[in-house]
Every structure is written in C-alpha cells, then in structure tokens.
C-alpha cells in the first residue's frame, strides 16, 4: 500500500478463527487421508496436487486424497484422475458440502493441502480452519502462505515440475512417524496467539476507535497482530492488545456504532464470508 503512494491508516488484524464445533470426524478411511477443500480449478494447483499424490500413492499404497469443493467447469476432474491411475480406491469426492460436513470431512484428515497461484495476498478461510482443527498443512510459498510459521506448514515452490516434486516431498515428511502430530499441536497453539476470535474482535474495535479520532491518532499506524513495530518506531498493537480482552459482542456493538454492515469479511478470498450477514462461519467448503 505504501509503495503505491497510500499514505492513510492501516491496521493489520489477522483473520479470525472460530472455535471448531464439537463434531464426530467423518468415517473415510485413509493411511493417511490427505484432505483438498475449495473450488478444483487450475488456481487451485488441483493438477499438480494429483500428479504428486499419485507419485506419494506408488509407496504409500493405503493414502487417500479427499477433494471437496466445486469443480470449475471444463476443469475434467474425471479425465485427469482417469490419466494418472487413480479411482475411487485412491480418491474420494465430495462436491459442495454444508458447514456441519464440512467440519466433519476437515477433522478427518491427517493433513490438508491448500496450493494457490496466482494469489491476491488472501488469507484462506480453509487454511484457518484447518490450523484450529490441529491439522498440518502444505501451502504454496506465495502470499499470505509464505507468512505462515515452518512448524504448521510446508510450503512449496510455484511453477514447474518442482512444484510437483516438493508437493510429494512434503507429503513424503508428513507420513514420518510422529512429524503430523507435533505440526498439529504447534498449529493449534499458532491460532489460540494469533487468531483467536475475541482477540482479533478486540483489534478491530481498536481500529475502528482510532479511525474515528478516539483511539490517540496516528501514532500506532501499524497495529499488527504479531506485535511488530509502527513506523513511528512505537511498538505497534498497544491498543489492539489492549482492546484484545473486549468480546466479540464489543466488536458488533462497535460495528453498529459507525454503521458498517454487519458483513464478515475475510479479504478477498471467494469463500463467501463476505456475503451472509452472520458472525457464524459459512456454510461453503472454499
């Protein structure tokens, strides 16, 4: 924003994490089941993940792979599974599911890819969830993924059969003995400091007060869910921390306060949060 010649506010406030719900993991079989979820498309690295799961597959014979999501038209989920020897012995799929599924289908996995390029900067609503729920991830080394700690996530290069490669490399390292369990602890605990909902709700409160001239002006121009520093030099995030102890409740009242609508947003991720007028998470598998 800057380097383009913006000169106003900024707040960086992670996106929230809802509490998963207490719900019986799906009954899909898999040593290990490595889960997809989102729209199967070309941005989605949905060819690549399929031809590296089918090289993991050639060793771990017992894997499977869930995709659940919408599949773009023309993509010919069929035709490229049918290419690369995979059925349904290998492969599950389930199309649109609802929310109650979709968290069923996510706390089943041992492991959950989640490619994307080209990328907006876009945090993923999926990616969220599937760190709450204590599940490892493999992302593309791109965005917002890039910015995700090594310990819950590996990351991929884009681009060439290396991406292909290291997508098979990373599965490969999930499959060790014990590597998804502890990625899996360090994801949980990544969440409950970085995301938690009441915790970001406090930071948008925090925003919205100093946006409208109650919050001490400028001088937190930066106000960074990490606790970096402004550029004033002050550690950023002093009020947001501070504000961090409101509720969620807090965060609606405020939002009524400056008449925004009362849209949950998460950038400019197509998962449809920004489209429910709710504080729920949607009901979509994107």
């Not at 773009?72 to 599911?97: H, I, M, N, Q």
């Not at 960074?224 to 969620?248: E, V």
Request: aromatic content about 4%; overall charge positive; charged content about 25%.
């Amino acid at each position: 924003m800057r380097e383009h010649g913006y000169d106003g506010m900024l707040w960086h406030i992670p996106h929230p994490a809802w509490p998963p719900p207490l719900i019986e993991p799906a009954r899909i079989e898999g040593a290990p089941l490595i889960g997809c979820f989102g729209h199967l498309n070309e941005s989605k690295r949905i060819p690549q993940l399929l031809r590296a799961f089918a090289e993991f597959r050639a060793s771990h014979p017992g894997a499977r792979l869930l995709l659940v999501g919408a599949e773009a038209p023309g993509f010919d989920l069929e035709g490229r599974l049918e290419r690369l020897g995979l059925d349904d012995t290998g492969v599950v799929r389930e199309p649109y599911v609802e929310e109650e599924r979709l968290w069923a289908l996510m706390s089943a996995c041992d492991a959950v890819v989640q490619l994307r390029a080209p990328t907006m900067g876009e945090t993923s609503g999926s990616a969220i969830r599937t760190l709450a729920l204590g599940k490892p991830l493999v992302v593309s080394d791109v965005g917002w993924f890039a910015e995700l700690p090594d310990d819950v996530a590996l990351k991929v290069p884009v681009g060439g059969d290396e991406e292909v490669a290291a997508t098979a490399r990373a599965l490969e390292r999930l499959a060790e003995p014990g590597v998804a369990a502890r990625m899996g602890e360090a994801a949980r605990a990544f969440v409950r400091a970085e995301h938690d909902l009441d915790r970001v709700a406090g930071q948008y409160v925090a925003a919205l007060e100093q946006a409208a001239g109650r919050g001490g002006g400028r001088g937190e121009d930066r106000a960074r869910g990490r606790g970096g520093r402004g550029r004033h030099g002050r550690r950023a995030g002093g009020s947001s921390r501070r504000a961090s102890r409101s509720s969620a409740s807090s965060a609606r009242t405020a939002t009524s306060r400056y008449q925004i609508p009362g849209r949950v947003r998460c950038g400019h991720c197509p998962c449809g949060l920004g489209s429910r007028r709710s504080t729920s998470p949607p009901s979509s598998s994107s």
